[in-house]
């Protein structure tokens, strides 16, 4: 409730909220939802929890979601950005039911193909007398802008509707909307009932009267936005707080139409640690950028689906865990669970999440199995094929319980499949103590018992256990923490083992002379 009042107030609009009442939002029957990003920009965290929580509602009521492109901007369109989009969404599970890419009954999903439909539409309204052609020029446009910022009090609405009842002219027009004297007010299920109105100057009336049609003939989002969803049989609209200013307008347009609305449901926004709303441009935080750092995609929409909502607290005496797969998500999933506060993104949860996840596919053959044929393409590539499969698996299964990432063995454990770099190493901090310890572990050891941790300190009682497993570390690893010298060993085999030991006895005879 509170970003939304806040909203309220950076946008200088008149409004009033009212908490909503205690009963439950949750639809009774099937929900059909829908996603729809403008291909400006790579999917980023915060598009992607808006698409979760329409996949979500859809699915926990036996309902429909649908992927639609808003392409109407075509200046701004990033080439790759809406294959992007299909890509992540079909990476992190959230398949839509109808898309441009898979069809459906009610398209076409993009709206550049839409052109037709949405001139029937605008003509319609300016039948009706809700619309009208304005022939303004944008140097006009642009004088009033800036005269109404100038007005004491300024408002927010500009237009002062000189082309509501000209003749018909020749020259370039867009389509505009006849706002109302007044907007309806209007119940967000999640933040209440909300009355927002513009603020207007009483000595200088504008009107809200928004562009609806462009002068190359595509919508602009608003209209476009109403005519897709009532088309495609939308029930419920879930979206970012910062489209609470706009619905009073879409609400009008339903009216004009003799439509009836879908539900809205904004939802809070995502910010940084430093409170800062997240970018689609901050390419840290691309959907697909986490792929390659090694996010699994069910660790992933765990992180995006706490940013705002909460799991049902379970039974008395019954265990809870945040740590939830997509099908777990859809069978917990409530309206009514969702926040109102700012949510901060923080990446150790999302680490947290993705070693738990990465821990259950290694305890499952099949999800192992396909994790192993998912990442070896990529450690193939790391290691220029010199490894097989079977050796990729084996790590998987070792080390993977250690790490919170598939990336983190390539990147971090690099030893397991390059030599150690002893001269890069981090030294130890007494090269003769370290050299006395690894002669003495060379001695002791057998192929039976490579590492008798027991037997050297029992008869070499003046050494610490601590000292003991650093120094092999060094030899084994470089003196890279996180896995176990059994594992190690194990890894490595006796050959490498011994053969790692005895090139780190030369190394720091060396060093020391």
């Known amino acids: 409730m509170w970003g939304s009042l806040r909203l309220l107030l950076k946008l200088n609009l008149k409004g009033k909220l009212h908490v909503p009442q205690s009963k439950s939002i949750q639809p009774k029957g099937p929900a059909r939802t829908r996603f729809a990003p403008s291909p400006t920009g790579y999917l980023h965290l915060g598009s992607l929890r808006t698409a979760l929580y329409n996949y979500l509602l859809a699915k926990s009521t036996g309902g429909q979601f649908l992927l639609r492109l808003e392409d109407t901007d075509q200046k701004r369109l990033v080439p790759d950005a809406e294959a992007n989009i299909y890509k992540s969404l079909n990476w992190t599970g959230l398949r839509p039911d109808e898309s441009p890419e898979v069809g459906g009954p009610y398209g076409p999903y993009k709206q550049s193909e839409r052109k037709s439909i949405y001139k029937e539409y605008a003509d319609q309204l300016i039948k009706a007398g809700y619309a009208y052609k304005c022939y303004c020029s944008k140097d006009r446009l642009l004088h009033l802008r800036e005269t109404a910022m100038a007005l004491k009090p300024p408002t927010t609405v500009t237009y002062d509707r000189k082309c509501l009842h000209a003749p018909e002219g020749e020259e370039e027009f867009t389509f505009r909307f006849k706002s109302p004297e007044r907007y309806e007010a209007f119940t967000d299920l999640l933040h209440g009932k909300l009355d927002l109105q513009p603020l207007v100057n009483p000595t200088d009336r504008r009107f809200d009267d928004f562009v609806i049609l462009k002068l190359d003939g595509l919508p602009t989002y608003h209209f476009a936005n109403v005519v897709d969803d009532h088309l495609m049989k939308i029930t419920h609209v879930i979206r970012g707080e910062e489209w609470l200013a706009a619905t009073p307008k879409h609400i009008a347009m339903y009216r004009a139409f003799g439509w009836e609305p879908p539900q809205f449901i904004h939802i809070p926004l995502l910010t940084s640690l430093t409170d800062k709303k997240l970018s689609k441009r901050q390419g840290d935080i691309g959907v697909l950028s986490m792929k390659d750092e090694g996010i699994l995609p069910e660790a992933l929409t ?212």
Request: proline residues 6%; charged residues 25%.
């Open 302 to 513: 765990n992180f995006a689906a706490l940013f705002g909502w909460s799991p049902p607290r379970p039974e008395k005496g019954k265990p809870t865990s945040e740590v939830m797969s997509l099908e777990d998500l859809v069978s917990k999933f409530l309206l009514d669970h969702l926040t109102k506060g700012n949510a901060k993104v923080n990446d150790n949860k999302l680490h947290f999440f993705n070693k738990s996840h990465l821990l259950s596919r290694i305890s499952e053959p099949s999800s192992l199995e396909k994790l192993v044929d998912e990442t070896f393409p990529g450690f193939k590539k790391v290691t220029n094929g010199e490894f097989s499969k079977d050796f990729w698996s084996h790590l998987i299964q070792n080390v993977g319980p250690n790490v919170s990432s598939i990336q983190e063995i390539q990147n971090v454990h690099t030893y397991f499949f390059k030599e150690v770099d002893l001269a890069e190493s981090k030294m130890p901090s007494e090269k003769e103590k370290c050299l006395s310890i690894l002669q003495t572990i060379r001695r002791a050891q057998t192929s039976d018992s490579p590492f008798p941790v027991d037997d050297i300190l029992k008869t070499n009682p003046e050494l610490k256990k601590k000292d003991l497993f650093q120094a092999a570390r060094f030899a084994l690893a470089g003196g890279v923490s996180g896995i176990t010298i059994p594992t190690l060993i194990n890894i490595l085999g006796y050959e490498k083992y011994v053969e790692r030991l005895d090139n780190a006895i030369v190394f720091l005879e060396a060093e020391i002379l």
